[in-house]
């Protein structure tokens, strides 16, 4: 079983995500553990102070160390535990990136996650010692880390065994997922016929084999239209 540490000065912006959404299947299925630590329980003094001014001036507060390394040290991790921040100058978070988390990549996989999520001005840089990766959802500026780690940790969660419906090919035809990698076909449903708009005549067709090779070839079609970066090169 997978477990997560989420470390933050905010906690309770995860409540309604762990209780509302597929992560809470997944720890029901028993998928997962997911835990949010809050930082604030290694504050300093008595006002439980996580942040300070920087050294050598400048606009916001700077998270301190001293609670940073406490709560992870707190989690208990081991040699196999990958330790993510979030942060704008980490790599891009991708759909590899959660399978690998997850244990569907040919990588050794993690049994225990804990993520950092920053706030304020950012972190004091010799908090980046703890990291074992450090991850951006994308080219701009929160006000924090916990959405970034909440869109991680769903992303990751999903992919585990048991989790979605389908089996494993629920997530490897999906868009970015592993039989392809780029995007997926347009699906339709009932009715055949909505406001002039028809499903196209194939899918109602029951030629499987017909059809397999029109969502190839859509799917082909949507990557290049619209994220040729995501084709073989």
């Known amino acids: 079983m997978l477990r997560i540490d989420i470390i933050s000065v905010q906690p309770q912006m995860f409540r309604g995500f762990l209780e509302e959404s597929i992560v809470a299947r997944a720890v029901k299925k028993g998928a997962c553990e997911v ?8 504050g300093e003094g008595k006002w439980k102070k996580v942040d300070d001014k920087p050294y050598g001036g400048g606009p916001g507060m700077l998270m301190k160390c001293g609670p940073w390394f406490e709560a992870v040290e707190s989690c208990r991790p081991d040699a196999a535990t990958r330790v993510i921040m979030t ?6 978070f991708t759909q590899r990136d959660a399978e690998t988390f997850a244990g569907l990549a040919p990588l050794p996989s993690p049994d225990h996650l804990i993520f950092l999520c920053g706030h304020y001005e950012g972190f004091d840089a010799r908090i980046e010692t703890l990291a074992t990766d450090r991850y951006s959802i994308g080219d701009f500026v929160m006000t924090g880390g916990e959405l970034a780690a909440a869109a991680m940790v769903d992303a990751i969660v999903r992919l585990l ?61 949507l990557t290049e239209a619209n994220r040729p970066d995501l084709l073989p090169s």
Not at 87 to 92: D, E, I, V
């Open 35 to 42: 835990n949010v630590v809050d930082l604030r329980d290694f």
């Open 87 to 92: 942060s704008p100058a980490g790599k891009t």
């Open 161 to 221: 065994p048991g989790v979605l419906g389908g089996g494993p090919a629920a997530t490897a035809s999906e868009t970015f997922g592993r039989d392809g990698g780029g995007l997926e076909a347009p699906q339709y449903t009932h009715p055949p016929e909505f406001r002039g708009m028809k499903v196209p005549e194939i899918l109602l067709s029951g030629d499987h084999r017909k059809i397999e090779a029109w969502r190839k070839a859509e799917a082909r079609r």
